[in-house]
């Protein structure tokens, strides 16, 4: 039932705030926008009450509005997302299985996020070697380049190849992509109903990781992501297919 602007709670801060939140809720995973009339069936709120607090949510960058009149989540909320992802229980499940897959290597382990049309490094394990490639927490690097950057925008539904294989396989080996002195190879780690919550990569410099040893590292990759979603609380069965087809190919 829609809710009636008569009730002496429907103009006050609490009632509004709800209803802002009840119309960010309305976004799953599957919508990439929603409608005024799809977010009005969704929530029971009249489309004006939907258009007075879509205009604040989207001064705050919470929402944004496009060209064909459409609502999709804004930038905001990705950043209030980023910030949940370095909470200590991102934490406590990523740096064990990094130091792990490091320690493993002896190669350096990043875990990046994707921020609009860039990416961020949330978490770093150095190499055990002295000569290495250096990127520290917080860097932002290129989404269109680089092993970690493809595996972000493969899952992110960009069209074409290479992500069309990388959706395929969970991996993707990166030799000179973004820098021509350095290599990687990366793997997604999802959330809850299969939500993208970063990607896995093993780097370094090309003198030393090169495609045989990032071809050999494939297998125990990806088993570090399946790791990690299965930690995070998501089913992990697609990335440990993946691994047994990637040590069979090596």
């Known amino acids: 039932m829609k809710n009636t602007p008569s009730s002496p709670t429907s103009s006050d801060g609490v009632a509004a705030l709800d209803r802002a939140i ?34 604040s949510l989207m001064r705050g960058q919470l929402l944004e509005r496009l060209e064909d009149g459409r609502y999709r989540i804004g930038p905001a909320s990705f950043r209030l997302g980023a910030l949940y992802q370095r909470s200590v229980v991102a934490m406590e499940i990523l740096l064990p299985i990094m130091r792990d897959l490091s320690e493993r290597s002896w190669e350096s382990v990043a875990f990046y996020v994707r921020s609009g049309d860039v990416r961020t490094c949330l978490y770093r394990v150095e190499s055990k070697h002295p000569i290495r490639y250096t990127i520290r927490e917080g860097d932002v690097l290129p989404l269109l380049a680089g092993s970690g950057g493809r595996v972000l925008a493969a899952f992110s539904g960009q069209p074409g190849e290479p992500y069309e294989t990388i959706r395929e396989t969970y991996n993707y080996i990166s030799l000179g992509d973004r820098d021509p002195q350095t290599a990687g190879v990366s793997a997604p780690v999802f959330g809850p109903g299969r939500t993208l919550v970063g990607a ?32 995070f609380g998501e089913d992990a069965s697609m990335l440990e297919e993946a691994s047994l087809n990637a040590g069979a190919a090596s």
């Open 22 to 55: 009840s119309i960010l809720n309305a976004f799953t995973t599957a919508d990439r926008s929603l409608g005024l009339a799809e977010i009005a069936a969704r929530t029971g709120l009249y489309k004006s009450t939907i258009l007075r607090l879509a205009n």
């Open 200 to 231: 896995l990569t093993l780097s370094g410099p090309s003198t030393r990781v090169d495609a045989v040893f990032l071809e050999r590292m494939k297998r125990p990759l990806i088993e570090a992501a399946a790791r990690a979603t299965r930690a």
